[in-house]
């Protein structure tokens, strides 16, 4: 990355400009023409689940992100405890894959869809009150139970899933 951000520093207009006055670098470029660099991210399509369970997959739908929503979160409470799944874990939509446990009460966490297990969120075992801070944060320190690989029922699965609209009358809350 480092590279990029010299690239890109040395190609500000102002620099840019300085360079065009000196009298023995000829160049036909205008800073006029320069379009600005810009990188948009292609987004998760996110839905819910009756139980509470988000899942966020990439635009081809091969790999995905679950966690619990924020509303699962606030009903919870101080979460004071994660049980994680096991890594290469396969699920079918419904099958438990961990536990929240949390001053209040304790729920299980459910797979929105029939998924493989690729990756957990070890951090929530040293910090499970991540999940009530950041519930719905797919991110690097952000609150989500696991990434998955998505085969063809699970992306049929995640068809019959409510989208955010659809969620948010499902619990009555606005945000």
């Known amino acids: 990355m480092a590279s990029i951000a010299r690239c890109l520093r040395a190609a500000r207009p102002s620099t840019l400009s300085r360079l065009a006055q000196?009298?023995?670098i000829t160049s036909n470029w205008q800073p006029a023409?320069?379009?600005a660099f810009s990188v948009s991210p292609i987004r998760d399509i996110?839905?819910?689940t009756k139980d509470h369970e988000w899942i966020d997959l990439n635009a081809d739908k091969t790999a995905g992100v679950i966690g619990i929503s924020e509303y699962a979160a606030e009903e919870l409470g101080d979460v004071v405890y994660v049980e994680l799944p096991a890594e290469g874990k396969q699920v079918?939509?419904?099958d438990a894959i961990g536990a929240v446990e949390s001053v209040k009460s304790a729920a299980d966490i459910n797979a929105p869809i029939a998924c493989t297990v690729t990756a957990i969120n070890l951090a929530?075992?040293?910090k499970p009150g991540t999940i009530n801070q950041v519930p719905e944060d797919?991110?690097?320190g952000g609150g989500w139970i696991a990434k998955v690989q998505v085969d063809e029922q699970g992306v049929k699965d995640f068809e019959a899933l409510m989208d955010?609209?659809?969620y948010k009358a499902f619990t009555g809350v606005e945000h």
């Open 33 to 35: 023409s320069l379009r």
């Open 22 to 24: 000196t009298p023995y």
């Open 138 to 140: 797919d991110s690097h």
């Open 164 to 166: 955010p609209e659809e």
């Open 92 to 94: 079918s939509a419904g």
């Open 46 to 48: 996110r839905k819910y």
């Open 124 to 126: 929530l075992e040293e």
